[in-house]
Every structure is written in C-alpha cells, then in structure tokens.
C-alpha cells in the first residue's frame, strides 16, 4: 500500500471524528488549513499510455474514464483519502496541441509527477516534451518514469523484455543525461492490474496481478516519497487539529482547588509555547538557508553552460567547470556552516528562555509552595514533580520525609520535563553537526558521480559538436545540438539544486520536527496527567483530550514513516 495513501486516510478520519465532536458540542470546528499543504501527484504523458487506468489502479476510485483514444480531454483532479491526484490530457498531440498547456499548468505544482509512455517509447512529439519538463522545468528530480501496457511487448513484463527496453536507443537518447534510475523507472500493465481484480479464478488473478507489476510501482512510489521528505508535509493537519481541541480544552477545563497544582500546570503550557514557536521559526529559518543556495547553484548552472559556445576549446571547458566544481563545494560548506550555526541558536535559545522562565518569580513560587505541601498533592500531580526533577521512582518510598521535600523545593528543576532536559538536546543537536551533515554528498547525483565529472562528459559531447560545425552543411542542425548540449549542464546543475533542497527537507524532520515534537508530546503527556487529577471535568473535556492524545500518536507514526 502507498504509504502516504494510508496515512493521510487516517489523518482524514481522525479529521472527521474531531469535526464531528465539536459540531455535537456546539464548538467552533473551522480548521484554516493550506490545501497546497496536500500532497500532489499528478499523472502526465502522451495520449492513450493508459494514465486513467494506473490512477484507477493505484486509487481504486471508479468515475475515471478510461478506454482508447484521448479519454482525458481536461484535467481532473480527485481527492483521495486526503491527497490530490490529478489526470492531464495527453500531450503533444496533432490533434489537441492545446493539451500541453493545461499539463504544463498542473505539473508544476506536482509534488509528485507520474510520467507514463508505452513500450514503444518515445516518438518526436513526446520525446520534444518529456526532455521540455525534465530538463528546462527542471522537473526530472520529481519524475517517476512509467512505462505502461508492457503485458502487450514480445516477452511480457519480465525482466528480460524490460532488460531490452532499458538498452534501447529510444529510451536512452531522449532521457539523456539522466539515466534510468535517477528517473525512477518502473514497468507496469495497469490493464492486467484491473482485470485480476474482477476476475474469479484466484490462480487467474495472482497470474494477471504479477504481470501487472503493481508491487513494484507502489514500492518506488514509497522510495520516492521517502527519499523527497513528502511525509513532513503530512502532519500539518494533525497539529492544527491538535491546537484548536488544546483551545477547547483550556476554555472547556475546570479550575483545580489547588493554585499551586493550576500554576504547574500553566508552567508547562508555558514551556509548550516556547518548543512549539522555535519549532515552527527554526524550520522556516533553515527552509530559506537551504533554498538560497539551491539558487546559487541554479544560478552557476546556467553561467556553466554558457561556456559551451562555439570556438571554445576542450581546455577552457574543462578548467571552467573545475572552477565551478569549486564554487559549489564552497556554496556546500557554507550551507553546512549557517545550518549548524542556526540550529545550535536556535536550541540555545529554548535553552535560554526556559532557563529565563525557571529563574521567574513565577516558578520560585511554584517550587516553594510544591515543597511545603508535596504530600497534600494527588498522586498524578507528584508523578509530574517525579518526572520533571528526575528522581528515581525508587524515591516516592520518601515522600513522607522532610529532607525529600527540601530536595523537591531545592532541587526541583521545572525546566526539566520527561525525556530529559532541553539542555541535552542541544548538546545532541550541537555533536550531531558535522557528523552526518554534509550538503556536498547531497549534491552529488544518484550514481556517485560529482556534477562536475557529469557535465564534462556532456561538454565532451558538445565539444564535438563545436568541432564539427565548421565542416556540417546543416549548421542549423549542430547549433541545435550545442544547445541541447547547453540545456543538459544546466539541467545538471538544477538537480544538484533540487537534491539539495530534498537533502534540506530530511535535516529539517531529523534535527528540528522529529526532537521537538517528541517534546512537545511529553510536556503535554505531563499536562494531561495533571488534568486528570480535576475530577468535575466534563465528560466532553475528557473526549477532546483524548482526540488530542489520537492526533500526537499519528503525529509521532507518520515521523516514524
């Protein structure tokens, strides 16, 4: 199953089950939600490759048209269980040339773009149009490659007639300079898929599903989303369904008849606040370190190939992209540089405002009154002081004693919560810096190869071309194929860019979304611990907490995908 897919099915249900308990209590239920939040996959190609038919497989939705001709004469777009998928017209036809503008529009806001052509690969017309997206919309790093109605080749869809297609001159000279696996190619027959569905005989249906090669398909659809970090865009809703039912909470929640056990209380809120805003600022902050030297690159990409003209010679091109291979190294090592500097402020300022809010008045008074009355309070209250000063458990055998309480009013550190300090975190960020960060191994493409090494093989091409024109007759004709020349090292260049940006979204989910949101998830598993001390809660109030409790475990599953 799509991991995605499955996900954000529950992300919508638990939507539901929220909505649905507000409405019934007569509360506010309006969710301001950012719908380009959702995840997009949109399915392009040339007309009658079958597209209707691998998005009917993959969603099982059954109003999609499908059948010969150009079917798909408009785009639709479905939602389906929480993400967009959208089927485009056919491109580059004779017939409908106006196709290729409504795909245009929609692939380029695809998160995800499907790109389907038949076995018989690529004729000049989609040809001219795949290379348009992958190479000068940059687009190939979000491209899976399908090549559909396999099950009607000599062989089948099996290894050895996919073998044969792979090595074709068809298939390599219009993906040039990529290869197949940076495009993410798979082989499908979507109509075997569809027919074993329907079909009774079960070894019938088994047989029809393997030639399908459905399994593999959803596989490199789960690789793709995993390698592009699409999962982070998943748990927007989650916590935004989280803090309006935290607002109903607070609102709805009785006062306790203890003040020191409502201040406690209030303290923790109070460090949720601090996690919850430096979690939003820092993952902004890094987004815009990442995307401005995604930019630098983009822009070296293009003064790189502008050096292939004609009369150039093998040695300029060589010693001017050895000069750019340097610029990008140092473009990496200062992206390295301003990433560890802004996380290692960005921890060490909830480190200092939840020092500030410790040394408060506030919390003096909270720790001075815990301590003179800790064996008055409820048990789940003294579970909380247990966790947040860290005594061992083994220690509550000491309650009754006054040293134990002199320990808790001095000792007693609310900075501290379950899990560990905020200090440790940002020991743990700062010594992970450096270790596993390195933005020039990102930039390098899939195959290993260094973006400089790629490109002098593409200008090697070119400067034969640049040989040859003064002895063509069709100058016309080598001066295109300079171009195309020039194309590709930009396009290598804006895939360096875009695996930067990519590498840039996984830092952001492994040193900021995932710690602080586990943190945030226990500060509020204090909070509610406390809660449950109030008895005249209402029986709504216990409701909504526990869809708040459901939204932080999804919260938490989909960091785990």
Known sequence: MLQIEEASEKIKALEDKVITALNEAGLNSEIKYDESDKINIVFAGQYSAGKSSILKMLTGIDDIGIGAGITTQQTHTYEWNGLFVTDTPGIHTELRPDHDEIAYEEISAADMLVYVITYNLFDSFNG?????????????????????????????????????????????????????????????????????????????????????????????????????????????????????????????????????????????????????????????????????KASYIKDLGTEAANIVVEGCTETEIKDSLNDYEKQIKQISQECEEEVSDTLKIGFGEIDNDFTTLENSEFSQNIKKNIGAKFNDLPENVKQVINNISGFAKSAGAQIANNSYKAGVAGGLKLSNFSGGNIHQIVLKVGNK?????????????????????????????????????????????????????????????????????????????????????????????????????????????????????????????????
């Not at 940059?138 to 792979?166: F, S």
Request: aromatic fraction near 4%; glycine fraction near 6%.
């Open 128 to 292: 001219e149009h795949f290379r348009k997206l992958a190479i000068e919309k940059d687009k190939a790093g979000e491209m899976i490659l399908v090549i559909n109605k396999m099950n009607d080749t000599a062989k089948g869809n099996c290894p050895e007639q996919q073998d044969i297609i792979m090595g074709s001159t068809g298939l390599k000279d219009v993906i040039a300079p990529y290869s197949p696996e940076d495009l993410n190619l798979c082989f499908l027959d979507a109509k075997s898929y569809l027919e074993s569905i329907d079909e009774s005989d079960k070894e019938i249906a088994d047989e029809l599903y393997d030639r399908s090669g459905y399994e593999k398909f959803v596989e490199t659809l789960n690789r793709f989303v995993r390698e592009k970090g699409l999962t982070s865009k998943l748990t927007t809703k989650p916590f935004i369904l989280s803090d309006l039912l935290e607002k109903h909470i607070k609102d709805l929640e009785p006062k306790s008849s203890d003040d020191t056990v409502d201040a406690l209380k209030e303290h923790l809120m109070q460090q949720r606040g601090i996690v919850v805003e430096k979690r939003n600022s820092l993952k902004d902050e890094l987004k815009g370190v990442f995307a401005t």
């Open 433 to 561: 810096i450096g270790l596993k960060f390195k933005p020039w191994q990102a930039i390098k493409l899939s195959r290993g190869i260094s973006v400089a090494g790629q490109v002098v093989g593409i200008a090697g091409a070119a400067l034969g071309v640049i040989m040859q024109i003064k002895a063509d007759s069709d100058d016309e004709k080598a001066r295109e194929s300079l171009k195309e020349c020039r194309m590709n090292i930009r396009s290598m260049f804006n895939d360096s860019a875009n695996s930067l940006i990519d590498n840039g979204t996984k830092i952001i989910e492994e040193y900021v979304t995932s710690p602080l949101d586990k943190q945030i998830k226990e500060i509020d598993n204090q909070i509610q611990l406390i809660r449950e001390t109030e008895e005249n809660r209402s029986e709504l109030c216990k409701k909504l907490e526990l869809l708040k409790c459901d939204c932080q475990n999804l919260i938490h599953d989909i960091h785990a995908l």
